[in-house]
């Protein structure tokens, strides 16, 4: 700290003060930045670091240039019912607040506009990143923010900049905390601002499932759990993790049985060398559902399960548990079928899906053999070119399945489980739909498997041959169009981890959930819930409000610290209560003048018995040799001042 | 207990002395008497007629020096200051005829009016406390003490000293206009008093105390200080160019003196504060609008904090 001052000597220019605020915010956007616009805005940097003002005719090239890198960059997404999509628009934004900031920045000359830009950019950069890292620069970003506009408002060294930023930044951390947590949330399920629903409808398992007409499914990277096997990790292809099994379909919701039958769980005798062993560490869900690999055969942990291999416990699950469970992979499940359960699993709307009942009265027609049939409304899908898309058209709701097999061909897995399922049940045999995750093997290391909301699935599974048989419905489709992706995220696979480890690495991946929850995904939901906290909890408004105190109370001790070790020479130091105490009794020191005047003035003007004060102060901190026991003298000096000052 | 802002009693009667000349000077009067005790020239950039020679004249006569006035024209040649060889036909040799430069206390009227080379001749003899004529070299009176005028609103026939030249000077001050009251009394007296103590110091003392001067210390803290208002003069905020390092050594030898006038064997900033802007005010020029003492002096408050 000593040398920063010595290494900055200087106080920067507003102009290059702006460059320092552009330079930290425009850093992350480089990463959204497309090839065009980079190239662009190299060439603006270019002239920029020339440092000459070009000729107005060169200005408008550069301008066109923009233009030009705008469309490239935006080619093909790029069309008005494009923009409804917030991503894109923010992103449009940005380039042409880029191409605005670097016109204006070339002619060197500062305006109100080139002034806020960092503060637009900023915020528009939020859009794009919901990732810890960024969380953690952009705390910092809005902490050199701050600095930077110090620097242009106070006209000091470096050091008191610093430090007058720092204490500015911990009194406003509280507003800002406030200010996170009740800032109205854009809530995109009302469409506020034209834009299509694009958060809500997360990947993931919730135990129904909904056939959406619009929305994207956009694939969520959080970690549901983590799969260790015993052993190597058995084919990609016949990993299913079941979750719940949905026997009714409501309109467009397909739901579990209300009332479940008390049939017996099915019976499961499997050799132990057609076993697969494995321990899962299951994050928070809120939701009563373990997963299971299919068949499931056991779990270590007290859940419960029925005729569907559902496995379920009692409570939410809202923290992190660890269980082991054994499975066999296999795909069909022998097991009887009481009549009420074939009923409820025959049944469909006879009203709805007109062009579906007849494609399958020909079935029907054709042959009596249920392998058959299914082999028949396979070919079916097939002969539709399907297409298995995140971003499907729009349905017509009324006829979903109708819409999905014969008009828009695109969808998602569940639109292919539903429709799936619901020409099996037209064709008289028996079905179910299956949801849980599927992983695609991204994500593992040996025998280390990650299984992520993305990796959310439904399937179908259909009871023939006195079994309930799994029906991979998605491998129906044609084309696959920006489908699953392939993540490279490389997580650490640590074998044979010791139990502390274990519980570390629990806690650090809690950590990271939790602001993963209140933090990065905190949205108008997250809100509505704290609201509805708020209203039926007092004891919860007393425990919010306590936090928020004590979390005031850390941040004053901090900034109380700060100043506290700030304050050097320790002559200044114990003269600063007095400084205090003089300043309440109508004394105030003017911040320009020095405290010898400061001193005399009191002296003169108000006859206050200061001067020892003064020359005690003065000999401590500018003599040479100051004598040992003068700061002694000075303590003492400034206790009968302040006793006189009170009397 | 004494203030630290007052003057030795020791100097209390020469100011005195000196103000009863030049009326409510003593700011004026102090800083000459720095200037002097801080082994440095003095320049006075002023109108003629507010009191420049009287200054000069009673400052020489309270200290007891010897005093000498060369008035610069534009044809004055360097040995009309320094002096020259002529040839004795009594004695057949050349000898050397001193110029006026050889006194203790010299008084260069209006040195913008001379020549470069003559201006030239005089700030090198002042910078180097000696002259070489045809090899001979003569070493100047101990001490020394150069003031020099000159006027800042003529131009014509001027030659404007450059500021290299200007920087040899360790501070400038600018008299200005006496007071209401001062011109008052100057009006109404009958005729000039003449100056009626006997210099209080001999010789040896004065150059006891100068080098005194240089024993004041000056912390780190005050250091610090100094170096903040070095670095405001450089930033190029306000400032066309910075002080040099020889004009940042005339800022420390001005608050040595300043505080040694004060007895005090340490610099405060407030002796900083104080001669901050004489030193600078032939040193820097703002980039818009005139230089004043008025104006470097609320810069430099106003930017830099004594006692941080």
């Given at each position: 700290m000593q040398s920063l001052p010595h290494?900055?000597?200087?106080?920067?220019?507003?102009?290059?003060?702006?460059?320092?605020?552009?330079?930290?915010?425009?850093?992350?956007?480089?990463l959204i930045l497309k090839t065009p616009m980079l190239f662009f805005v190299a060439i603006a940097l270019f002239l920029i670091i020339k440092g000459d003002i070009p000729s107005t005719k060169r200005v408008l090239m550069l301008m066109l240039l923009g233009g030009v890198a705008v469309f490239l960059s935006l080619y093909g997404s790029f069309s008005f019912s494009g923009l409804s999509r917030l991503r894109l628009f923010v992103e449009l934004l940005i380039y042409l607040l880029l191409i605005a900031v670097a016109l204006q920045r070339l002619t060197r000359t500062i305006n109100f506009y080139l002034k806020l830009s960092p503060a637009l950019l900023m915020a528009l950069s939020l859009f794009f990143f919901h990732s810890i890292g960024m969380l953690i620069y952009v705390i910092l970003e809005v902490y050199l923010l701050l600095l930077v506009l110090m620097w242009a408002i106070m006209r000091t060294e470096i050091r008191a900049v610093l430090r007058v930023a720092t204490l500015f930044y911990l009194i406003s951390l509280p507003m800002m905390v406030l200010f996170f947590i009740f800032f109205p949330r854009i809530s995109f399920e009302h469409a506020t601002y034209g834009f299509k629903g694009e958060i809500v409808k997360h990947s993931g398992h919730d135990g129904v499932m909904h056939i959406d007409n619009e929305g994207l499914l956009v694939p969520s990277n959080r970690i549901v759990m983590e799969v260790g096997f015993e052993g190597a990790i058995p084919p990609m292809h016949q990993l299913y993790f079941r979750g719940s099994v949905l026997y009714i379909q409501k309109e467009n919701t397909w739901i579990p049985l209300q009332?479940?039958?008390?049939?017996?769980?099915?019976?499961?005798?499997?050799?132990?060398?057609?076993?697969?062993?494995?321990?899962?560490?299951?994050?928070?869900?809120?939701?009563?559902w373990l997963y299971l690999l299919d068949i499931p055969y056991e779990t270590t942990t007290k859940a419960k399960t029925d005729y569907d291999l559902e496995f379920k416990v009692d409570k939410n699950i809202d923290e992190p548990i660890l269980y082991k469970a054994t499975s066999h992979i296999g795909e069909s499940i022998e097991t009887s079928l009481s009549a009420y359960l074939l009923h409820i699993a025959l049944a469909f709307d006879p009203m709805r899906n007109p062009k579906s009942i007849a494609a399958i009265r020909k079935i029907n027609a054709s042959t009596d053999i249920p392998k058959e049939r299914l082999v028949a409304i396979s070919n079916l899908f097939r002969s539709q070119?399907?297409?298995?898309?995140?971003?499907?058209?729009?349905?017509?709701?009324?006829?979903?399945?109708?819409?999905?097999?014969?008009?828009?061909?695109?969808?998602?897995?569940?639109?292919?489980?539903?429709?799936?399922?619901?020409?099996?049940?037209?064709?008289?045999?028996?079905?179910?739909?299956?949801?849980?995750y599927r992983p695609n093997g991204g994500d593992s290391i040996q025998n280390y498997l990650i299984v992520r909301q993305k990796d959310a699935h439904a399937w179908v599974e259909v009871y023939i041959d006195s079994a309930w048989q799994r029906v991979e419905t998605t491998s129906l489709a044609s084309v696959i169009q920006d489908g699953i992706e392939t993540t490279n995220q490389t997580e650490q696979n640590a074998e044979n981890q010791q139990n502390e480890w274990d519980k570390l690495s629990l806690y650090l991946h809690y950590i990271k959930y939790q602001v993963d929850t209140w933090i990065l995904e905190y949205s108008v939901l997250s809100q509505k819930k704290l609201y509805s906290y708020f209203k039926s909890d007092t004891f919860f408004v007393l425990k919010f409000i306590g936090f928020f105190l004590l979390f005031v109370v850390l941040l004053f001790v901090a900034w109380w610290i700060f100043r506290r070790m700030q304050c050097r020479p320790k002559e200044l130091c114990v003269l600063s209560p007095l400084f205090d105490l003089l300043a309440k009794k109508g004394y105030p020191k003017d911040p320009s003048e020095s405290l010898n005047h400061y001193f005399e003035r009191l002296c003169h003007e108000h006859q206050l018995p200061l001067e020892t004060i003064n020359l005690l102060y003065h000999q401590i901190r500018y003599q040479k040799i100051a004598q040992p026991n003068t700061l002694l003298q000075l303590k003492a000096e400034i206790k009968k001042a302040t006793q006189h000052l009170l009397s | 207990?004494?203030?630290?802002?007052?003057?030795?009693?020791?100097?209390?009667?020469?100011?005195?002395?000196?103000?009863?000349?030049?009326?409510?000077?003593?700011?004026?009067?102090?800083?000459?008497?720095?200037?002097?005790?801080?082994?440095?020239?003095?320049?006075?950039?002023?109108?003629?007629?507010?009191?420049?020679?009287?200054?000069?004249?009673a400052l020489a006569s309270v200290l007891g020096l010897e005093f000498g006035r060369i008035q610069f024209t534009s044809d004055l040649l360097p040995s009309d200051i320094l002096g020259v060889n002529y040839f004795d036909q009594k004695k057949s040799d050349f000898v050397f005829k001193k110029g006026p430069i050889f006194t203790q206390f010299l008084l260069a009227d209006e040195i913008n009016r001379s020549m470069p080379k003559t201006q030239s001749a005089l700030l090198e003899a002042m910078e180097e406390g000696r002259i070489s004529i045809d090899r001979e070299v003569y070493t100047l009176q101990e001490p020394f003490f150069v003031m020099g005028t000159q006027n800042p609103y003529e131009e014509v026939g001027t030659f404007r000293l450059p500021d290299s030249q200007l920087d040899r000077f360790i501070c400038a001050l600018r008299i200005g206009y006496p007071e209401y009251e001062a011109e008052r009394a100057i009006l109404s007296r009958q005729k000039p008093k003449s100056i009626d103590i006997s210099p209080p110091f001999t010789t040896q003392e004065l150059l006891a105390m100068q080098s005194e001067v240089t024993q004041v210390h000056l912390s780190d803290a005050l250091l610090d200080y100094l170096q903040s208002i070095i670095a405001l003069s450089r930033n190029g905020a306000y400032f066309v160019h910075g002080l040099s390092t020889r004009g940042a050594l005339a800022l420390a030898s001005m608050s040595r003196a300043w505080a040694y006038l004060h007895s005090r064997n340490y610099a405060i900033p407030d002796d900083v504060t104080t001669v901050a802007p004489y030193v600078c005010l032939h040193r820097l020029k703002f980039t818009e609008g005139k230089t004043t003492i008025e104006r470097l002096r609320n810069v430099i408050s106003e930017n830099t904090h004594p006692d941080a």
């Open positions: 290494w900055l000597p200087t106080k920067p220019t507003p102009l290059q003060l702006l460059d320092i605020a552009y330079i930290v915010v425009i850093l992350p956007i480089f009332i479940k039958p008390k049939s017996s769980v099915p019976q499961k005798y499997y050799a132990d060398h057609t076993l697969t062993h494995y321990k899962v560490t299951l994050y928070p869900t809120n939701k009563k070119y399907l297409t298995y898309t995140l971003k499907p058209d729009a349905f017509d709701l009324k006829n979903a399945t109708d819409s999905f097999l014969f008009d828009t061909k695109k969808g998602y897995c569940t639109h292919f489980a539903s429709a799936f399922a619901t020409l099996c049940r037209m064709a008289g045999i028996p079905s179910r739909i299956v949801t849980g | 207990m004494k203030l630290m802002n007052t003057l030795d009693t020791k100097f209390t009667p020469l100011i005195t002395a000196i103000a009863s000349q030049l009326y409510g000077k003593e700011e004026s009067i102090t800083l000459t008497l720095a200037a002097f005790f801080a082994k440095g020239h003095l320049l006075v950039e002023d109108i003629p007629g507010v009191g420049k020679t009287t200054l000069a004249r």
